[in-house]
């Protein structure tokens, strides 16, 4: 059974730095891409970033292109958001998503499992 | 960026009756080589992630009770719920998984009446 479960959510000051982290079980991590998606509170659902299977290939939504960094650790099966310059507008929940495909070249399929979420508070 | 926009916002529909969501797209999901609508549908419930309902747009995701059904094809697309039942309440999202950036509909939220 596949569990995602996100990590390193917290308050942080505009400005400031933070890595969430999700840790993947339950079926071979470096077969599948890996998505990050957030939700501001009330708000919709936003796509943030994706990586490849095997790490080569990332893209990013245009609001966190240059601050946002996704990365993978297969030894770990574990999954990263290094988050950069935060904005007040980068307060949501913050979601890992297990693609169905391997995500390469962006090519992407379906995504068929979420964690929870981990809470990102932008604050001064 | 291919924009989504769903439809109605909110909908209240009776118990047992049918429900439907609308979902566009501004370019077609439709990739040529594969013949598949690269569209998915999501329920959200409240505190709780998304959960997939439907891929390629009519593929019904295992555990989906066959009272929803998807639908559609190239830019217009349709969520049904042929008899809606309480724990269907919820918020409803379109999403494209045709080019990067994916993007989701704004989200249709439905209530019983």
């Known amino acids: 059974q596949v569990h995602l479960m996100e990590s390193g959510g917290g308050v942080v000051q505009p400005g400031r730095s933070l890595r969430l982290s999700c840790a993947a079980s339950g079926f071979t991590f470096d077969t599948f891409g890996m998505h990050w998606v957030r939700q501001a509170p009330g708000k919709g659902l936003e796509w943030v970033a994706v990586?490849?299977?095997?790490?080569?290939?990332?893209y990013y939504a245009d609001s966190v292109k240059g601050r946002f960094t996704i990365s993978r650790d297969s030894s770990r099966s574990t999954l990263y958001l290094q988050m950069n310059s935060l904005r007040a507008e980068d307060a949501a929940v913050y979601y890992c998503?297990?693609?169905?495909?391997?995500?390469?070249?962006?090519?992407?399929?379906?995504?068929?499992?979420w964690g929870q979420g981990t809470l990102v508070i932008v604050s001064s | 960026d291919i924009v989504m926009t769903q439809s109605p916002d909110s909908l209240a529909v009776s118990l047992g009756e049918r429900a439907t969501i609308n979902c566009k797209s501004s370019q077609s999901l439709l990739y040529s080589s594969n013949d598949k609508n690269y569209l998915a549908w999501y329920q959200q419930k409240p505190g709780q992630p998304p959960k997939l309902l439907f891929y390629w747009a009519s593929t019904r995701d295992s555990g989906v009770p066959d009272r929803f059904r998807g639908s559609g094809s190239g830019t217009d697309f349709s969520l049904t719920i042929s008899s809606l039942q309480a724990e269907d309440v919820a918020l409803y999202y379109c999403h494209q998984y045709y080019s990067i950036p994916y993007t989701f509909g704004q989200g249709t939220k439905l209530e019983i009446k």
């Open positions: 998503a297990k693609d169905e495909g391997d995500c390469r070249g962006g090519s992407c399929y379906r995504w068929d499992s």
């Open positions: 990586i490849s299977n095997d790490g080569t290939d990332k």
